[in-house]
């Protein structure tokens, strides 16, 4: 498990590696009803760890939200997306990837 260098880091607030799966799956924690999606930052997290595209990787997003707020919860934008379509992410459905 890798957290990432700043508090206010985007994107995420740590990614798991697992290498004999190839899986690296990315964690975000929010108490908000609405998050911003910033994809700008998962591939550069990811080459930086040697997680190139190509590879057979899979990327998966995991929002961590108190359960009270999940059926009111809303991705509110989706900043640059495609950036994860070399790692088998559909660019425009990004949400639709998010556990």
């Known amino acids: 498990c890798f957290r990432p260098i700043s508090e ?7 990614v798991f590696v697992d290498l004999p799966s190839k899986c690296a799956q990315f964690v975000q924690v929010t108490v ?3 998050h911003d999606f910033k994809l700008r930052y998962f591939p550069e997290a990811l080459i930086a760890l040697g997680i190139l595209p190509g590879h057979g990787w899979t990327v ?7 359960q ?3 059926r ?3 991705i509110s934008c989706v ?16 949400e ?4």
Do not use: C, S
């Not at 998966?60 to 108190?66: D, H, R, S």
């Open 32 to 34: 908000a009803k609405q």
């Open 68 to 70: 009270n707020r999940v």
């Open 60 to 66: 998966k997003v995991v929002l961590l939200i108190p």
């Open 8 to 14: 206010n880091q985007g994107g995420y607030d740590a």
């Open 79 to 94: 900043d640059d997306r495609g950036k994860l379509k070399e790692y088998g992410w559909e660019g425009g459905q990004e």
């Open 96 to 99: 639709t990837n998010v556990d």
């Open 72 to 74: 009111e919860f809303k």
